[in-house]
């Protein structure tokens, strides 16, 4: 078996892939034909040749500007039964996937619209291929805490569907504390937590994110590495990192694959695990950031297997179903 199709054939959880992100051009012309939405591109080529990032911020804009094609309940399950597809071709068994409810809800679009039409796609997803999933609301950062506060109650109805909330968008300028009282709340009321940190922002961000926040798994969290102390504390805690190599790439948080520290991150004792992020802007899902990170890092079959099996450790599944899937 050549490496990438050990790669290919290992079965594999996913935990930091946002649904918006998943968004392929073809489907995003289909619905906006059908909604009858204007697009700013005339072909799928053009939206691609736009997919060039100096970093997040650019990335955002063009991911927000996608993301208001959807509109009704059959767009957002479609946009999920289009992941789940790929991800049964790649032989991701669990995933835990990344939903922006105010991206939708700020221009008019109901909560509900949105989480019942991820839902049901969920379920069809284990029901008729078989793969197992959590959905964890992301509040945006750059959006007030009042905001976020306010999307936490709208979403209280659907708690049995939400396992845990996280915070992405522009991190520099919106740092954890920014969003502690919503985190509280969010507890108080079963949910985990987790928080993209560490990606452009620095190491204090992370330790933010783990004082302020009390998360549960640490998203990117590459920057963490600037700081000794922080590093042996997440070690010695066994928090997870949720590692995206083609992002990181993509986004310029990495110059270059032979630069990438995720090897660095597991010879530190780091629960490091594989993840695609945005795949449909970041030119590849799941299998395609193993095979980054293996041809430029050299990773071995045992790192493969070890990355592999951190997914399921790290995951929000219970303990003996991640026995199982081990
Ligand atoms: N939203 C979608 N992808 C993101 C990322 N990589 N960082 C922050 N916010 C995001
Ligand atoms: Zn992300």
Known sequence: LSIHDFIRQIPKAELHLHIEGTFEPELMFAIAQRNKVAIPYSSVEEVRKAYQFGNLQDFLDIYYAGAAVLQKEQDFYDLTMAYLLKAKEENIVHTEIFFDPQTHTERGIAFNTVITGIHKALLDGENKLGITSKLILCFLRHLSEESALKTLEQALPYKEWITAVGLDSSEVGNPPSKFQKVFEKAA???????????????????????????????????????????????????????????????????????????????????????????????????????????????????????????????????????????
């Open 188 to 326: 108080e009321k079963g949910f985990l937590g987790v928080a993209h940190a560490g990606e452009e922002g620095n190491a204090e961000y992370v330790k933010e994110a783990l004082n302020a926040l009390k998360i549960d798994r640490i998203d990117h969290g590459n920057r963490s590495l600037e700081d000794p102390n922080l590093v042996k504390e997440i070690v010695d805690r066994k928090l997870a990192l949720t590692v995206c190599p083609l992002s990181n790439l993509k986004l310029q948080v990495v110059k270059s694959p032979d630069l990438h520290p995720l090897k660095k991150m597991l010879e530190l004792g780091m629960m490091a695990t594989v993840n695609s992020d945005d795949p449909a802007y970041f030119g590849g899902y799941l299998n395609a950031n193993f095979i980054v990170m293996t041809d430029a890092l050299g990773l071995s079959k045992e790192e493969i297997t070890l990355l592999a099996k951190n997914s399921f450790a790290a995951s929000f599944l219970p303990e003996d179903e991640k026995e199982e899937k081990i």
